[in-house]
């Protein structure tokens, strides 16, 4: 009788330390799955695995590119400043460039204006010294070579065109062109020299200086 109770009691123990809980991990617990249910859940944690991987790559992969992306802002920044800066340089300079060139160009203007008022100055006729026993009188070319201009003036209208209200009233200017020959013309006018001026005997001279040329310098240069 009391060897059947204590082989009852051992029996009993081996059950309770048995664990009934299909989720127990001990190997006692795995007794009571199957293999598809502990592959299934190898499977699971796997995945679960994968999961918490593909997620951590993800966020590693976020930061990264973000801080690819802040440099990439970053660089894109400073260049569009540098060539803002460049533009504005650029515009400077060209601003620089076009004020030069209208300086440039106003002194030009300057310069041909004073070349046109220096072709308008010509040379006052010279005063020749006529010889004279008594006394040296200094004459204007005009009266100096007066004969050789009655002889060798071979086109007198022009001359009198310049002279016109300039040196000659209306009255004397037809009076002078009324003339047959240019002789005549030139002595007609030569006979209202005794009027004239010092001013109007300069006027006289660039009037025939500018329609015979060739004449004047030969005359001069004798």
Same mark, same amino acid.
């Given at each position: 009788?009391? =060897?059947? !109770?204590?082989?009852?009691?051992?029996?009993?123990?081996?059950?309770?330390? *048995?664990?009934?809980?299909?989720?127990?991990?001990?190997?006692?617990?795995?007794?009571?799955?199957?293999?598809?249910?502990?592959?299934?859940?190898?499977?699971?944690?796997?995945?679960?695995?994968?999961?918490?991987?593909?997620?951590?790559?993800?966020?590693?992969?976020?930061?990264?590119?973000?801080?690819?992306? /802040?440099? +990439?802002?970053?660089?894109?920044?400073?260049?569009?400043?540098?060539?803002?800066?460049?533009?504005?340089?650029?515009?400077?300079?060209?601003?620089?460039?076009?004020?030069?060139?209208?300086?440039?160009?106003?002194? !030009?203007?300057?310069?041909?204006?004073?070349?046109?008022?220096?072709?308008?100055?010509?040379?006052?006729?010279? +005063?020749?010294?006529?010889?004279?026993?008594?006394?040296?009188?200094?004459?204007?070319?005009?009266? !100096?070579? =007066? /004969?050789?201009?009655?002889?060798?003036?071979?086109? @007198?209208?022009?001359?009198?065109?310049?002279?016109?209200?300039?040196?000659?009233?209306?009255?004397?200017?037809?009076?002078?062109?009324?003339?047959?020959?240019?002789?005549?013309?030139?002595?007609?006018?030569?006979?209202?020299?005794?009027?004239?001026?010092?001013?109007? *005997?300069?006027? @006289?001279?660039?009037?025939?200086?500018?329609?015979?040329?060739?004449?004047?310098?030969?005359?001069?240069?004798?």
């Amino acid at each position: 009788m009391g =060897r059947c !109770q204590g082989k009852n009691s051992s029996n009993n123990l081996k059950n309770n330390m *048995k664990s009934s809980d299909p989720n127990d991990p001990t190997i006692e617990g795995l007794e009571h799955l199957n293999p598809e249910e502990v592959g299934k859940s190898a499977i699971m944690k796997a995945i679960e695995s994968l999961k918490q991987d593909m997620n951590n790559s993800l966020k590693e992969m976020d930061e990264k590119y973000n801080k690819k992306f /802040e440099e +990439m802002s970053k660089s894109m920044n400073d260049t569009l400043g540098n060539q803002e800066k460049t533009i504005k340089q650029e515009m400077e300079t060209v601003q620089e460039l076009k004020t030069e060139m209208e300086s440039m160009k106003k002194t !030009q203007n300057e310069g041909r204006l004073d070349m046109e008022n220096l072709g308008e100055l010509r040379p006052l006729p010279p +005063m020749i010294s006529a010889s004279n026993k008594d006394a040296a009188a200094l004459l204007h070319f005009v009266d !100096q070579y =007066r /004969e050789q201009l009655v002889s060798r003036v071979t086109s @007198v209208d022009p001359v009198l065109d310049k002279l016109h209200r300039l040196v000659l009233s209306e009255e004397e200017y037809e009076a002078v062109r009324a003339e047959a020959t240019n002789q005549n013309k030139m002595r007609k006018l030569f006979s209202l020299s005794r009027s004239w001026t010092m001013d109007c *005997k300069d006027k @006289v001279y660039r009037a025939l200086e500018e329609t015979h040329p060739h004449l004047i310098r030969d005359l001069l240069e004798k």
